[in-house]
């Protein structure tokens, strides 16, 4: 199955800086996904990153807080603009796996603290 | 609207106690479905999955039947570890594109 690197793992930013994190899959892939998970939730869609388009964001998430870039089938980044303390949350990039593996594989996230 | 509903957490329970995490989905069709973990500090991984209905996802001692009468998915262990405290999150697919999530469950093991 594919395998994803994520990174920074983790990382502390200040108010109104950005983070950018990048995503690597080892095998090419049509879309990529960015979530985001606030602490003791669930995961919530950011947006779909197809390579050789815009990125699709979902309701809530504009281009401007999370612009998104995919410039090849095995990467993406995902960059947090203008950080304030409620963006403190761990950011997971995933693929859907097909075949015999079909399910979504995920990186091993960062975990964002604004400070 | 495709959604994906999960019993309330914390569950905490002894080592080698019975496990059921239920959850129930919502979906246009068939969809297949999914339980990922979460260990502290981790990423989400595959637990086991199903792709239609009766049939049974199982991996680690965990189970789980798809079951299309009640549209339900529930996770089940025998004998729990401590190793198994985690989050565990019920998802269905979506015409192949995002999965949906539910809110997730998180498991205490006491030794």
């Known amino acids: 199955s594919a395998v994803i690197s994520q990174k920074p793992s983790r990382d502390i930013c200040q108010r109104g800086t950005s983070l950018t994190i990048q995503c690597q899959v080892d095998?090419?892939?049509?879309?990529m996904f960015w979530y985001r998970q606030q602490p003791g939730q669930s995961l919530t869609l950011i947006a779909t990153?197809?390579?050789?388009?815009?990125?699709?964001?979902e309701s809530g998430f504009v281009i401007d807080k999370f612009p998104i870039s995919r410039p090849n089938l095995t990467f993406s980044t995902l960059t947090v603009s203008n950080l304030s303390p409620e963006d403190s949350s761990i950011y997971l990039c995933?693929?859907?796996?097909?075949?015999?593996?079909?399910?979504?594989?995920f990186g091993s996230g960062t975990r964002l603290t604004v400070v | 609207g495709n959604s994906v509903t999960q019993m309330e957490g914390p569950v905490t329970l002894s080592e080698e106690a019975f496990l059921t995490i239920n959850c129930t989905y919502t979906?246009?069709?068939?969809?297949?479905l999914f339980w990922y973990v979460q260990y502290p500090g981790e990423g989400l991984q595959l637990l086991l999955k199903?792709?239609?209905?009766?049939d049974k996802g199982s991996n680690k001692g965990f189970e789980a039947t798809y079951r299309k009468e009640t549209t339900s998915f529930h996770l089940e262990k025998g004998s729990v570890q401590v190793s198994d405290s985690a989050v565990y999150f019920c998802?269905?697919?979506?015409?192949?594109?995002?999965?949906?999530f539910g809110p997730g469950t998180r498991l205490s093991v006491l030794p």
């Open positions: 995933s693929v859907v796996q097909t075949g015999r593996d079909y399910g979504y594989t």
């Open positions: 095998s090419q892939v049509t879309m």
């Open positions: 990153a197809n390579q050789g388009s815009e990125a699709t964001y």
């Open positions: 979906a246009t069709g068939y969809p297949s």
């Open positions: 199903a792709t239609k209905a009766d």
């Open positions: 998802a269905h697919d979506n015409y192949g594109q995002n999965f949906v």
